[in-house]
């Protein structure tokens, strides 16, 4: 059995650092390089795409980033795991074994895909079963917007990767594996830990979790002292250090950028949390109130004490649905008195769109560069103000005045309140809205359809 | 006893989840995290955040690191690709949070005073600059 495993973290979402991946398969030794591309939105704009070409739904960045690293990582030893396959990963996947040739690589890796989790086409099947996908925080039933879901994918577990890994595949693509999978799958390979392993899995969720926002754990987007945190240009993205008894260290590679403390790894593992006590994955349920962090020297932090507990029996599921359209508007009002000549503007504005006649399900205005992300703990902008932008957003279930809406903008410009400019990007677009429906369904529904296959480049 | 904006004490990042926008507040010292959690209770937030939250918050403890976690429901304007603000996934609620003053005794608002805030004439470019640093 291996003593320690080495996974690098290469992507923290889709249109991460390009160049982050080359630096880790480059910088210094890695057993595993992780590539989270996916989020809470990322799979309705893959299934938009490929309702445009069918050859389209996942990660494109990953196909040419494989090309440029691949003959790497089969000389090193490095075996990649990605849910780049989005909704397409069949797509994705045969993409990938083309790059694998191009980069001559053929008859020395093998491709693993991962598929199961996309739920589309067995919707009406699942809810003539029974299965209700109520939303989780509405508790409103899926049938009430079935007719314009557009995607539902379950947040799958480690097994497939685990399976795939096993059949030697040394690239493996998944659709909407969870993020922390990709962490916590390769780990209960190397370590054979069993799935009634629930401290072990539970610690593997948590190197998952610091491991899947990419830098933000090692100096990127940290609030603490951020002035002196070094040479974020070539920041250097986390590597968990793991051990079969599941401690960890969190560390980078030497000379990179950056900065991996205690107080780095904290701001990670409170991002995006919920209840702390009950972090729910597909495998088991961890408790981050266990997680104990000690500083292991320079930019290395040591992980350990972490406790889990049996998962529940049912898998999330991520559904997109259309939900009308949106767009957002935004002009530049300079001093004297900035804000009221915007303010002024914006009431203009709001006059126009109600005499047009157009309904809208929201119109928000907000001042950038005052007070757009303080709200009214902002206080009333000073009269002195040198600059604002005016950003104003609509949103409705029809598209026509939302259309009606971006044509509004431009003529502020000659016919509002004066001083202003910033208008030269031409107008707004209308985006369709992809909203998101987060449901629970029963594993036995799903898990019975993964598939791991292995196919050689 | 000195009221001291958050900003000194602690440290923060915040996320989202659908409509409901995480904040995740880590004491600086760790010895300042007793005082952090007696006086920022969950109406204590809410009220702080006021219009900008139109649901509860919920605030869990983690005194293994030093850290609260809130949770502000109703804070994103129906969340992801439905809100239309500028900061839709709830990335800066974290310095909004910052701006709560607490109660500390006054050898700790000395002790802390300018924390969280680069130096006065920082700057990006090497050597500094007078035109950079943080308003006191």
Known sequence: ?457 | MMRVPLVHLAHARSGDKGDTANVGLIAYDRAHYELLREQLTPERVKEHFGSMVSGGVERFELPNLGALNFLLHGALGGGGTMSLMNDAQGKVFSTALLRLEVDVPEEVAEAVRGRGRPPAGWSPEPGGSPAGGGDR
Not at chain 1, 59 to 73: G, Y
Not at chain 1, 262 to 290: K, L, R, S
Request: aromatic share 6%; net charge negative; proline share 6%.
């Open chain 1, 1 to 457: 059995m291996n003593t320690t495993v080495r996974i690098g973290s290469g992507q923290g979402f889709w249109g991460d650092d390009l160049e982050a991946p080359v630096r880790q398969v480059e910088r210094g030794p890695i057993d595993y390089l992780m590539l989270d591309y996916l989020a809470e939105v990322t799979m309705s704009i893959m299934q938009k795409q490929r309702a445009r070409d069918p050859s389209a739904g996942y990660a494109r960045d990953f196909v040419p980033l494989m090309e440029r690293i691949f003959p790497r990582c089969v000389e090193g030893g490095v075996r990649v795991v990605t849910n780049a396959g989005g909704v397409n990963p069949e797509g994705c996947a045969a993409a990938l074994v083309e790059a694998g040739r191009r980069a001559g690589v053929s008859g020395r890796a093998c491709v693993g895909l991962v598929t199961g989790d996309d739920l589309m086409d067995r919707l009406d099947e699942l809810m003539d079963a029974g299965h209700e996908l109520r939303h989780m925080e509405t508790d409103a039933p899926l049938a009430s917007v079935r007719d314009r879901v557009q995607s539902a994918n379950a947040y799958i577990g480690a097994a497939p990767i685990v399976r795939a890994l096993e059949l030697g595949a040394d690239v493996i693509v998944t659709g909407r594996s969870t993020d922390t999978a990709l962490t916590y799958g390769p780990l209960m390979h190397e370590f054979g830990w069993s799935a009634d392993d629930h401290d072990r899995i539970a610690a593997g969720v948590v190197a998952g979790h610091i491991n899947e926002c990419g830098a933000q754990c090692t100096g990127g987007n940290c609030m603490i002292d951020w002035w002196t945190i070094p040479d974020l240009a070539d920041v250097g993205f986390p590597i968990i250090e793991a051990a079969p008894d599941g401690t960890f260290v969190v560390t980078k590679h030497e000379g990179t950028g950056g900065r991996v403390t205690v107080a780095t790894v904290t701001e990670q593992i409170v991002y995006e949390m919920g209840d702390p006590a009950t972090y729910i994955t597909p495998d088991v349920i961890a408790d981050f109130t266990t997680i104990q962090l000690e500083d292991d020297g320079p930019d290395r932090v040591r992980v350990e004490g972490i406790r889990g507990r049996a998962a529940t029996g049912f898998l999330k599921v991520s559904i997109a649905y259309s939900a009308g359209w949106k767009a957002t508007g935004t002009l530049t009002y300079a001093w004297p008195d900035a804000a009221a000549k915007a303010r002024a503007a914006d009431r203009v504005l709001r006059q126009r769109l109600d005499r047009l006649g157009l309904v809208f399900d929201e119109i928000r205005t907000e001042l950038v560069g005052w007070d757009s992300t303080h709200g009214p703990l902002a206080g009333e902008p000073p009269v002195d103000l040198p600059e604002v932008q005016l950003r104003v957003g609509v949103r409705a279930g029809e598209r026509a005045p939302v259309e009606r809406f971006t044509r509004e903008i431009a003529p502020l410009v000659l016919t509002g309140p004066p001083s202003v400019t910033g208008f030269a990007g031409g107008r707004p677009r209308a985006q369709e809205i992809m909203a998101y429906w987060p449901a629970l369904i029963r594993k036995e529904a799903v898990e019975p359809h993964l598939v791991a296959r292995v196919e050689p480049v």
